[in-house]
């Protein structure tokens, strides 16, 4: 992932000490510097007096280079007092996220006289951005070198990845949902209107007609079959069932770029099956590990939530959408995170267990000859995120929670992980209570935080279970 780009503005305020200001400024862009996954961009000495933005002049330099440079997130932070006027105004000329600092002041001078007051003049600024109504994070008052302050920016940094890549997504909408499940009704018209974000509907039989009309015989289908071969057991598919697999993923691929998705959710019951010939699982699951989100069961919500996730882990881990299958039988507070086959294969705790053969369900309704193509595999252990989006009457909230997959002894069919949480008895009363269906997305490590900065940002309810 390319790195995130993130304006600096160190805010001074006459007559405080300049020299301390500019010191500070020093410090602080040492330590920003040292984020890898970080493009600090700042007003330089050249651009405005001392690199430090103190009145109305040096605002707008700030504002057009940071607008030149397409930054996805900006940073105020008092050097000194601050002048709270160029502050607010550089923030609200640029509609990306905003984060605070205050600096920690240095000694009284021999006179006795204050050199920063920065404590004092940050609450300007932050009184300033509320009035605004201007979003912000407030990450304390700092000295450039604790590492509490790099993890703060760091975490704000996913939050401006995530920002940057929800607003105006893009989402392919393949088929139509099941007529006898509702968790894939979406609201298009709210989506358009609180993050300008386009559902992009596509026929499915134009997807399997064109599929279709590519030879088995292609070096695209020839090399994608092979690539299954390497990453999975595929002995329990026939080879014209793979190429059709191969056919569909080529047909997606193109889908993608051609009307340039984020994420894709598709019809994945037993008409697609009946249709095609194949299960969609293994498809999914390969795009997905490629960084093409590629959801099922037509639930845009899963694949947003799925979108935000990956972009939350600077598109180092992958998610995989999942349902809350189970309470274990036995274990307290753990629960089975299941999918029918579509989770990305370089997930597996053991990758020489990967197998693709028919889709359990599908298999009893279409017969096992069309529903071939599930990935199956227990998933790698380790720490785990699990979140969902959704809407009701034009409102939008997230479902953040944290948990470890704890390796189990089970033989299950699907890809599956048996999760512990804190309180699965609280997390599935909230659930239960608020709405939130039975599809989530999960994926490895703890962005949790992240996520909820960037709902603070995109005006989205969060609730931590």
């Known amino acids: ?35 890898e996954d970080i493009d600090v961009v700042v007003p330089s000495p050249g651009l405005v007096h001392n690199g430090l933005a103190r009145d109305d002049a040096g605002a707008q330099a700030t504002i057009d280079l940071f607008a030149q440079r397409n930054v996805q997130g900006v940073l105020l932070g008092t050097m000194t007092y601050g002048d ?9 000329a640029l509609n990306v996220p905003v984060a605070v600092f205050g600096t920690q002041e240095g000694p009284f001078t021999e006179e006795g006289n204050r050199r920063s007051d920065s404590f004092c003049g940050t609450l300007g600024i932050t009184s300033g951005l509320y009035r605004h109504k201007i979003p912000y994070l407030f990450l304390g008052v700092i000295a450039p ?33 099941s007529e006898r499940s509702e968790a894939g009704l979406v609201n298009e018209a709210a989506l358009q209107k609180r993050f300008r974000q386009r559902v992009i509907p596509v ?22 079959v092979r690539g299954m071969g390497k990453e999975a057991n595929c002995s329990a598919c026939d080879d014209a069932a793979l190429a059709k697999m191969a056919r569909l993923e080529l047909t997606l ?50 694949a947003l939530t799925m979108l935000v996730q990956y972009l939350a882990a600077f598109k180092s881990s992958v998610p995989q959408h999942i349902d809350w299958a189970i309470q274990h039988q036995e274990l307290r507070n753990v629960f ?53 989006l959704v809407e009701f009457d034009g409102q939008f909230k997230m479902l953040i929670a944290t948990g470890e997959i704890v390796p189990g002894e089970d033989a299950l069919r699907g890809a599956w992980a048996w999760v512990k949480v804190p309180d ?8 239960a209570e608020q709405g939130f269906p039975q599809h989530a997305s999960m994926i490895h490590g703890d962005v949790a935080d992240a996520v909820q900065d960037f709902c603070r940002f995109a005006g989205i309810e969060v609730v931590r279970a």
């Open 424 to 431: 699965l008895e609280q997390l599935y009363r909230v659930l």
């Open 336 to 388: 089975l995170a299941w999918n029918c086959g579509n989770a990305p294969a370089c997930l597996a705790a053991d990758s020489k267990t990967v197998m693709v053969r028919e889709q359990a369900s599908m298999a009893a309704l279409a017969g096992a000859d069309k529903a071939q193509g599930a990935v199956e595999f227990q998933v790698t252990p380790g720490v785990v995120t699990l979140c969902r």
């Open 145 to 177: 070198e604790d590492e509490e302050f790099i993890q703060s920016v760091g975490t704000f940094a996913r939050a401006c990845a995530i920002y940057s890549g929800f607003i105006g997504a893009r989402v392919g909408l393949l088929g139509q949902r």
């Open 1 to 35: 992932m390319d790195k995130i780009r993130l304006g600096f503005v160190p805010c001074h305020r006459y007559p405080y000490d300049e020299d301390w200001a500019v010191e500070m400024r020093q410090r602080c862009l040492k330590a920003l510097r040292g984020l």
């Open 253 to 302: 691929k193109k889908l993608f770029e051609e009307r340039g998705l984020a994420a894709l959710t598709a019809s994945c019951t037993n008409d697609a099956q009946g249709r095609y010939g194949v299960a969609f699982c293994y498809t999914l699951s390969r795009l997905t590990a490629e960084g093409l989100l590629a959801g099922c069961e037509a639930d845009v919500y899963g």
């Open 203 to 224: 026929e499915l039989a134009q997807v399997l007609t064109e599929a279709a009309q590519i030879a088995d015989d292609d070096h695209r289908v020839v090399a994608a």
């Open 84 to 92: 709270e006027v160029a502050a607010v105004t550089i923030a609200e």
